[in-house]
């Protein structure tokens, strides 16, 4: 890596992760941080400035491991996240569990591990929730309730570490066109329109906003929401 700050981050080899590693490449040098690590060679292929930074999220020994060599980060976005839909009659505790695991446990131990390195910067931790984080539906319950505890989360240690320089932002988008969301839409049995759907380079905008706005600024919440 060179004398620019640098950024982790995480499910960076497709959709909103990868667009925020593009655009943050631009000022950062970035950690791709992802499960496939095929998909992280080649997109530091395309991208300066980048490498790959192959990690399970849920394997907290690996994380620390692979963290163990980061003594100074600037920014970290946690983008990395899945969705199971179902009724709460049907949804098993299984697949509470998983979710819970990726979308809030992997965020919580990977923040804790760095929380050096990103004093060591006065670093900006971005959590990528969901409009889900802030309005719950039927047939997203553990979804919805684990980024409402992505929220609380955000809120604690922003309240924590604010003494220590830190900066952190939450930002809820809607639907996004993603793979993901392609996925969601075959579990709801409708049709994937991602003309209807934010842009994940839209989101990406937004993040990439927080971490270069000024010194004097702390946006601590943003809502995106596609136009139709």
């Known amino acids: 890596m060179t004398s620019r700050p640098t950024a982790l981050v995480t ?7 990868a667009a925020v590693a593009r655009s ?6 970035v950690l791709l ?13 395309d991208i300066p400035g980048s490498q790959p930074w192959p990690a399970e999220l ?5 994380i620390a491991e692979a963290a163990a060599g980061i003594d100074h980060l600037d920014v970290l976005v946690h983008s990395a996240g899945m969705v199971e839909i ?3 009659s049907e ?47 039927p047939n997203w319950g553990s979804y919805a309730a684990s980024k409402f505890a992505l929220r609380a989360y955000a809120d604690v240690l922003r309240g924590e570490e604010s003494a ?8 809820f988008p809607g639907r996004v066109a993603t793979d993901m969301q392609r996925e969601v839409r075959e579990s709801e049995g409708g049709s ?13 905008d937004s993040v990439v906003s927080t971490v270069r706005a000024g010194s004097d600024a702390h946006m601590t919440e943003i809502v995106l929401r596609p136009n139709d």
């Open 58 to 62: 849920t394997d907290y020994d690996g």
């Open 33 to 45: 941080g992802g499960r496939d690590e095929q998909a992280l060679h080649k997109m530091a292929q």
């Open 24 to 29: 943050l490449s631009d000022t950062h040098d």
């Open 11 to 17: 499910g960076a080899s497709r959709g909103v992760g």
């Open 86 to 88: 179902g009724s709460v």
């Open 164 to 171: 220590n320089g830190l900066r952190v932002t939450s930002v």
């Open 192 to 204: 994937f329109e991602p003309e209807r759907y934010l842009r994940p380079e839209s989101v990406a």
């Open 91 to 137: 949804t098993g505790v299984d697949s509470w569990r998983r979710t819970f695991e990726l979308n809030l446990f992997a965020v919580t131990e990977l923040t804790r591990t760095l929380l050096p390195a990103l004093r060591a910067a006065s670093g900006h931790v971005v959590l990528v929730n969901s409009g889900a984080g802030l309005a719950a539906k």
